[in-house]
């Protein structure tokens, strides 16, 4: 079997810091794992040059979100051995999903690995926009001591209307740790909670368009898809409150490039936060680098050391499967048999 990775490249910490299995160094921890059985990985950097040149007689193809292969439906064509195509982490929007099926390839990601890495990221950055603790932290290093500047857009968290799009694993996480800081929450989903779960969680149903303008801070926690590609278009970035914040931990593409940064010269937003860009890694001309009362960081808040443990051992335990001929755990499927199985995927391409 010829297997393949791509992984971010984890420089001298990859040296220093065992426990950063994610990077193409260590590979996950798999090589050793993967040789006693007789097999031997390919850990690769270059997602373009390298991948074009393996992808023809490659069976097996492991990927991550934060340094993703773009494997589109050319590049499928382009693979008639592969079998399998793992995702380190969660979110598998940077494979074409319906042409793996229709190639009878699986695809499968590490459901729930690093849900709670992400929750806390957005915890953060809300708290980071809203607190205004950039400008603060950046008076401190220019050696300046200006109270005004930062305290006249410095706002408390409590009792802002918090809405969050998507509430599955993440996004119930979410509203579970913003309970403490007394915030009533809505939410959107395309599919409802019930009654006890929104009770337990402190949340209310709202549809997309009635939520948007209602709250002062929005945090986005749905997959990429067809559907929710660009879902925060001009027109709903302007029907946002006047003042309110925006911050997107889910994907690059849900939120339109431009029209953010219009929005944010403007004013009509008072800040954006989170680690997704489309394309990844950005480029350093990236527009949202340099628009105005961001915070973003690069795409890290699902790979904590904790997190890197759990993807690499999910992703151990696929292979382990795979090369058995069992069946890969049910949750972490998200293409098998010729079809889009996972849930949060299907009801988009069903549609699409
Ligand atoms: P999940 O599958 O548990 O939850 C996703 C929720 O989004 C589901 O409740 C689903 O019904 C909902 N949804 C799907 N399409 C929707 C639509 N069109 N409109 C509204 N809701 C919709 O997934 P989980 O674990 O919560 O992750 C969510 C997303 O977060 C992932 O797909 C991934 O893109 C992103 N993610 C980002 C990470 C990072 O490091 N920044 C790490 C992990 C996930």
């Given at each position: 079997m010829k297997i393949i990775?791509?992984?971010y490249p984890g420089g001298e910490a990859s040296k220093q810091v065992p426990e950063l299995l994610?990077?193409?160094?260590?590979?996950?921890?798999?090589?050793?794992?993967?040789?006693?059985?007789?097999?031997?990985?390919?850990?690769?950097?270059?997602?373009?040059?390298?991948?074009?040149?393996?992808?023809?007689?490659?069976?097996?193809?492991?990927t991550t979100p934060f340094w993703p292969?773009?494997?589109?439906?050319?590049?499928?064509?382009?693979?008639?051995?592969?079998?399998?195509?793992?995702?380190?982490?969660?979110?598998?929007?940077?494979?074409?999903?319906?042409?793996?099926?229709?190639?009878?390839?699986?695809?499968?990601?590490?459901?729930?690995?690093?849900?709670?890495?992400?929750?806390?990221?957005?915890?953060?950055?809300?708290?980071?926009?809203?607190?205004?603790?950039?400008?603060?932290?950046k008076q401190v290093l220019d050696g300046r001591w200006d109270i005004g500047e930062i305290a006249s857009k410095s706002h408390d968290l409590e009792g802002k209307i918090v809405g969050i799009v998507g509430a599955g694993r993440i996004g119930q996480r979410l509203a579970i740790r913003l309970r403490g800081f007394d915030v009533p929450m809505l939410y959107y989903d395309f599919r409802r909670l019930s009654t006890v779960e929104e009770q337990v969680l402190g949340i209310k149903?709202?549809?997309l368009d009635d939520l948007i303008p209602k709250c002062d801070v929005i945090s986005i926690h749905c997959p990429l898809t067809p559907e929710t590609d660009g879902l925060f278009s001009r027109k709903r970035l302007f029907a946002m409150k006047k003042g309110s914040y925006l911050v997107n931990t889910a994907r690059g593409k849900i939120?339109?490039?431009?029209?953010?940064?219009?929005?944010?010269?403007?004013?009509?937003?008072?800040?954006?936060?989170?680690d997704?860009?489309?394309p990844q890694p950005a480029p350093p001309d990236h527009p949202w680098r340099h628009m105005p009362n961001h915070a973003m960081t690069p795409h890290v808040s699902g790979t904590?050391?904790?997190?890197?443990?759990?993807?690499?051992?999910?992703?151990?335990?696929?292979?382990?499967?795979?090369?058995?001929?069992?069946?890969?755990e049910r949750d972490y499927l998200i293409v098998?048999?010729?079809?889009?199985?996972?849930?949060s995927y299907a009801y988009a391409y069903k549609k699409a």
């Amino acid at each position: 079997m010829k297997i393949i990775s791509f992984l971010y490249p984890g420089g001298e910490a990859s040296k220093q810091v065992p426990e950063l299995l994610g990077c193409a160094e260590n590979a996950l921890g798999l090589k050793p794992f993967l040789k006693e059985r007789g097999h031997e990985l390919l850990s690769l950097v270059d997602k373009e040059a390298d991948l074009d040149r393996n992808l023809p007689d490659t069976d097996i193809l492991i990927t991550t979100p934060f340094w993703p292969a773009y494997v589109t439906r050319a590049r499928v064509e382009k693979a008639p051995k592969l079998k399998l195509i793992l995702t380190g982490g969660v979110g598998s929007d940077h494979i074409d999903l319906a042409a793996a099926a229709d190639h009878n390839i699986t695809v499968a990601e590490i459901t729930g690995c690093n849900v709670v890495s992400v929750a806390e990221h957005a915890v953060m950055q809300i708290l980071t926009l809203v607190r205004n603790y950039l400008p603060a932290y950046k008076q401190v290093l220019d050696g300046r001591w200006d109270i005004g500047e930062i305290a006249s857009k410095s706002h408390d968290l409590e009792g802002k209307i918090v809405g969050i799009v998507g509430a599955g694993r993440i996004g119930q996480r979410l509203a579970i740790r913003l309970r403490g800081f007394d915030v009533p929450m809505l939410y959107y989903d395309f599919r409802r909670l019930s009654t006890v779960e929104e009770q337990v969680l402190g949340i209310k149903y709202a549809l997309l368009d009635d939520l948007i303008p209602k709250c002062d801070v929005i945090s986005i926690h749905c997959p990429l898809t067809p559907e929710t590609d660009g879902l925060f278009s001009r027109k709903r970035l302007f029907a946002m409150k006047k003042g309110s914040y925006l911050v997107n931990t889910a994907r690059g593409k849900i939120v339109e490039t431009l029209p953010l940064v219009e929005a944010l010269e403007k004013g009509h937003l008072a800040g954006y936060a989170g680690d997704v860009w489309y394309p990844q890694p950005a480029p350093p001309d990236h527009p949202w680098r340099h628009m105005p009362n961001h915070a973003m960081t690069p795409h890290v808040s699902g790979t904590t050391l904790e997190a890197q443990k759990r993807y690499a051992d999910g992703v151990k335990d696929c292979l382990q499967r795979f090369l058995d001929n069992r069946p890969i755990e049910r949750d972490y499927l998200i293409v098998e048999g010729g079809k889009i199985v996972s849930p949060s995927y299907a009801y988009a391409y069903k549609k699409a």
